[in-house]
C-alpha cells in the first residue's frame, strides 16, 4: 500500500484558498503537474522549491500573513 504525505505547501495553499493553477502561475516555470507532485511528497529539484517557495510567500504577503521558509513547505528536495 502506498500512503501519499500531503506536504505544508498543500496546507498552507488551500488556506490562501489558491488552486495549485494559482501557484504555477505565479513561478518562472513550473506546472501544475509539479505542483501537484511535490504537493504529494515526490521530490523536486532545489530551484523547483525555490519557485514554489517565491510563488506561496507572495500570496502569503499579499494575504497580510508571514513569510515562510523552504523548510516550511516539507517539501522533497532531489
Known amino acids: 500500500m502506498k500512503v501519499m504525505a500531503n506536504t505544508r505547501l498543500k ?9 495549485q493553477e494559482g501557484v504555477a502561475r ?5 506546472s501544475t503537474g509539479t505542483v501537484k507532485n511535490a504537493e504529494s511528497g515526490k521530490r523536486v529539484t ?17 494575504a ?3 513569510k515562510v521558509s523552504l523548510d516550511d513547505l516539507g517539501l522533497t528536495l532531489y
Open 11 to 19: 496546507q498552507i495553499r488551500q488556506e490562501l484558498g489558491v488552486s
Open 26 to 30: 505565479r513561478t518562472r516555470s513550473v
Open 46 to 62: 532545489y530551484d523547483t522549491a525555490t519557485q514554489l517557495l517565491e510563488a506561496i510567500n507572495g500570496l502569503l504577503e499579499e
Open 64 to 66: 497580510g500573513k508571514s
